[in-house]
């Protein structure tokens, strides 16, 4: 036992001693009078040379190129195309945006007294009624987006705890 004790101790010793040595740290130089900053080397032997052959050109020649008529050419047959499609967008006339439901129900004369309340509530605002059978939807605002609608939804849900930010599809004036 006292063999195992002092052999430890040796060892705590010689660990003692390795760690409290001096460690070769580089020291940063805080005057900066010491370092030499002139040093420069030609690296151009170990760049690769590219060898070019000069040619002037004596006389400037300008080509007048043609565009070329192909028999697989479908411009005519895409400007019809993107046509219809203007038109058919102008005919639509919708915007993608968010409103905010109040009521959703089937019941005619509960869908009217929240339209009435809401205009009460929020006197500037526009409350709608609309109707797809057999419910009744009661919406107000028009925004492009859903944070938008936020300010809005947290008046009216004081009011009205179930009222939810839906998308909904705009009409535009034309």
Do not use: W
């Amino acid at each position: 036992m006292n063999k195992f004790v002092s052999h430890i101790l040796l060892l705590a010793v010689l660990l003692l001693s390795v760690g409290c040595t001096n460690q070769a740290i580089p020291k940063k130089d805080m005057e900066g009078d010491d370092v030499d900053l002139s040093y420069s080397d030609d690296l151009s032997k170990y760049r690769p040379t590219i060898e070019t052959k000069s040619t002037s050109i004596d006389t400037v020649q300008t080509v007048n190129n043609q565009a070329i008529r192909s028999s697989y050419e479908i411009s005519n047959k895409m400007n019809v195309v993107m046509d219809s499609i203007a038109s058919r967008n102008n005919k639509l006339a919708t915007l993608s945006g968010y409103t905010i439901m109040v009521y959703s129900g089937t019941n005619q004369v509960e869908a009217g007294r929240v339209r009435n309340r809401l205009f009460d509530i929020l006197p500037a605002m526009d409350a709608q009624i609309q109707y797809k059978l057999p419910t009744y939807f009661v919406k107000i605002g028009e925004f492009y987006q859903q944070i938008e609608a936020q300010p809005l939804y947290e008046k009216i849900r004081k009011y009205y705890p179930a009222a939810t930010v839906v998308p909904e599809q705009f009409k535009l004036a034309k």
